[in-house]
């Protein structure tokens, strides 16, 4: 049994630790959190790229590191830690993934070492408006490469160069490739609850787009796409949510209410215990996650989902409960704590919202119990 | 990061696989209730086979009996016997918890006595620490031992324990009785190992809300034990104590019973809100997947104890989760499937409930997993101050005498 990071790999996110500590401080978030000129850190990114985290695991042949997926997830996990104000989930978990799992030689080669050298930045373009987009309510249509639609939200959408487009073309729903930089895309930038991440509005005019992967087969990949990202999602939202957890034992640790510190008091260390707890499971199927993936075992879209769903919650009831340990001062705009309440909220709803995983995994499970 | 053995590992699993095939039995005697007291002939017959070929008390010293293993190749050991129909396990208290305590703090004689009688499972020990007066507390205890006023140096004990398992039918145990109430109450208390058989001990069973009597209640009038029987110096009971219960997350195992994988198959078959399979309700498959969350969580929390295990490290705190979220999880799965069953959930007739009435029977046991072995509300202080680090609970009765504590009833 040997389930657990390698030496390499804890070496690496100690030294990540270290870097985002040094390059990340939430002084660096709140820069772009209250500037509403500003949506992301260029600056950030391009040292994070220096670092060679881009293209961690792109192979070599394409301008990347050759490293594996473990090493993918232990920076997403510290990046989480710090609510990094970059598109990496957007670049790297889905633009290099699907590229790396689809896409043609050509497409590899044009774009993977652009890629890993921070000078293309990638976004997925799926949702139309609220509520679930299905192949039922697709509006976006591609006819004879030309792509029409609209796409809200787009995460990372008002400053990425290539889209990755869930589109029908002939009435099947296939995955496109758009360059945002070209004729036929408008942007325009929205107001979200997680001001530290890039979002926009996509409007598409006959916007030129290649297909990513086989026609007809958009959802697939779509679902295969995303499982990978939940993983390495999963492994920035324990992050996030460790780090919540920190911030409120240390804060109860220093807070004295009636003669003590707030930290003796059982309803605040049960709380801690409970967040310890949804930490501790959604870390363990985080690992379970980083296991299929990292060896693309057939148990990926089950393991993926149990890591998405467990990291959800985990974020959110750590996030959350961290402010009600601050009491009134977690609620205010100068403390830290809503810097994670709103980036448990970006990292739930934009890779699909939990009931979906849910319903997922319960069909996976299903089916197998079916075939077993 | 995978989930194979190391070389030394496959080797010591085969060597256990090729073992067990050839002696471990081929079908579970139907008086066996899976809980250890159905079929104490069985299980002591399995326990002595495991003895004779070095399978019994894997960790242990040496110099005790034991093989001087390590913790995984007990690991195994236990993964590889679960697949087989093997008795229930009389002996986990006793050599989880008692004779280990008997052999760090007793004399020479006394522990060669004891030592091998245990591992072969001819002598079965249970553990007298909960009080009617102190369960979560157990420093709180009453019982008391007085030096018997003949001048012999004996110890003349009076007082009630409960919640004790096997108790009807154990050989020995180890009780911590109150030696000084005129100290504060964690100084006061001294442990000795007892014969069960002893004069003035008697065992009354306990009739548990679920229906079943697992645990017993222990009466001591005037029961005498020599001072050689003492574990540790006179006062010393509750640092002996620790030594007690440090072994106890090893030795208490995993809960059993009902889990999402019985509930998914119950749910496919009963009816749902439409008419069509429970299965299909979104209510039932949100819960579901929250259940495989938890459940899967646990699994993989788990396989990376036995990695650190493996590795010859200290397991991390992850290894503390796992009580408190299946005795929950116990409780909820069952009473949504009751939920689920509708007015039917209330038939506990195991030939008309679906799998054999578990989701009952689970409903009812889980009250008493939540408490057993540390309450909810003790794990949570047990994480909030040994893992995190908070610090303990404010205590008024720290710098009291005993016999001046406030008792209530």
């Known amino acids: ?372 | 990061m995978d989930f194979n053995d190391s070389s030394e590992e496959a080797t010591y699993r085969q060597q256990v696989r090729t073992w067990l095939d050839a002696n471990a039995p081929k079908s579970r005697a139907a008086a066996d209730d899976g809980e250890g007291a159905g079929d104490l002939t069985a299980a002591r017959a399995w326990q002595a086979k495991k003895a004779a070929a070095g399978y019994a008390c894997i960790t242990w010293p040496q110099a005790w009996g034991g093989q001087g293993g390590t913790p995984i190749q007990s690991v195994i050991f236990s993964a590889e016997e679960a697949r087989y129909p093997i008795p229930g396990n009389p002996f986990q208290i006793g050599l989880g918890m008692c004779v280990p305590t008997v052999m760090n703090f007793a004399d020479e004689a006394t522990k060669s006595r004891f030592a091998a009688p245990a591992i072969r499972g001819d002598e079965i020990w249970c553990q007298l620490f909960s009080e009617p007066s102190g369960g979560s507390d157990v420093a709180a205890a009453r019982t008391k031992a007085e030096l018997a006023a003949d001048g012999s140096g004996d110890w003349i004990i009076n007082g009630q324990k409960v919640w004790t398992t096997g108790a009807q039918f154990c050989d020995y145990g180890i009780v911590i009785v109150r030696t000084d109430p005129n100290v504060p109450k964690h100084k006061g208390l001294t442990m000795f190992w007892i014969d069960m058989k002893s004069p003035g001990i008697e065992v009354r069973p306990i009739h548990q809300m679920s229906g079943g009597s697992g645990f017993n209640e222990v009466f001591f009038t005037d029961v005498r034990v020599k001072d050689s029987q003492r574990l540790g110096a006179v006062g010393d009971g509750w640092k002996v104590s620790l030594v007690t219960l440090m072994n106890e997350r090893l030795a208490v195992g995993g809960a059993t019973g009902m889990g999402w994988s019985q509930f998914m198959e119950a749910a496919r078959d009963i009816p749902g809100m439409e008419g069509q399979s429970a299965l299909k309700d979104h209510a039932v498959r949100e819960k579901l997947a929250d259940w495989y969350v938890q459940a899967e969580g646990l699994r993989h929390a788990r396989n990376r104890t036995m990695t650190a295990l493996s590795k010859g490290q200290t397991p991390g705190p992850e290894s503390s989760i796992g009580k408190i979220v299946s005795a929950v999880q116990m409780q909820d799965l069952a009473n949504s499937a009751l939920e689920m069953l509708d007015q039917y959930g209330i038939i506990n007739d195991p030939d008309l409930a679906p799998q054999d009435g578990g989701f009952q029977s689970s409903v009812m046991f889980a009250p008493g997993l939540r408490i057993a072995g540390g309450t909810d509300e003790i794990l949570k202080n047990i994480i909030a101050e040994r893992v995190l680090g908070l610090p303990g609970d404010i205590r008024v009765d720290k710098d009291v005498a005993f016999k001046d504590m406030p008792t209530g009833r």
């Open chain 1, 1 to 372: 049994m040997n389930f657990d990071f390698s030496d390499d790999q804890k070496f690496l996110k100690t030294e990540a630790r270290k870097f985002l500590a040094a390059n990340c401080p939430t002084s660096r978030v709140r820069k772009v959190i209250d500037d509403p000129t500003v949506s992301w850190d260029p600056e950030l990114w391009a040292s994070v790229a220096a670092q060679g985290w881009l293209g961690a695991a792109i192979p070599e042949a394409y301008g990347g590191l050759g490293l594996g997926h473990l090493e993918l997830c232990v920076i997403a996990e510290e990046l989480g830690r710090v609510v990094a104000p970059i598109p990496f989930a957007s670049t790297v978990y889905i633009l290099a993934e699907a590229i790396l799992l689809a896409g043609t030689e050509a497409q590899k080669t044009a774009l993977l070492p652009e890629i890993a050298s921070g000078a293309r930045i990638g976004c997925l373009a799926t949702s139309e408006g609220p509520g679930v987009t299905t192949d039922a309510t697709l509006k976006a249509t591609v006819v004879a490469g030309k792509l029409t639609g609209v796409k809200i939200p787009v995460t990372d959408g008002g400053i990425a160069h290539t889209a990755i487009v869930l589109a029908k073309e002939g009435g099947r729903a296939g995955l496109y490739l758009v360059d945002l930089t070209g004729p036929g895309v408008a942007r325009e930038g929205l107001e979200t609850l997680d001001p530290s991440r890039d979002a926009a509005r996509l409007t598409f005019s006959n916007a030129p787009a290649t297909p990513l992967g086989g026609a007809g087969e958009g959802l697939a990949l779509l679902e295969q796409v995303m499982d990978r990202a939940a993983v390495l999602l999963a492994f920035e939202q324990t992050g996030g949510a460790d780090r919540a957890l920190e911030m409120a034992k240390d804060y109860a640790l220093e807070r004295y209410a009636f003669g003590r510190t707030i930290a003796s008091y059982q309803a605040i260390k049960h709380k801690l215990a409970d967040m310890y707890v949804k930490n501790e499971l959604a870390r363990s199927n985080a690992y379970y996650g980083a296991w299929a993936l990292n060896t693309s075992a057939p148990e990926i879209p089950v393991a993926a989902s149990a890591a998405r769903i467990a990291a959800s919650e985990a974020y959110w009831f750590a996030s959350k409960e961290n402010i009600q340990t601050h009491g009134g001062i977690g609620f205010t705009w100068a403390v830290d704590c809503h810097l994670h309440y709103r980036r448990s909220r970006q990292l739930s709803l934009t890779a699909g919202a939990p009931r979906l995983w849910k319903e997922r995994l319960v069909s996976h499970l299903e089916r197998r119990n079916t075939a077993a």
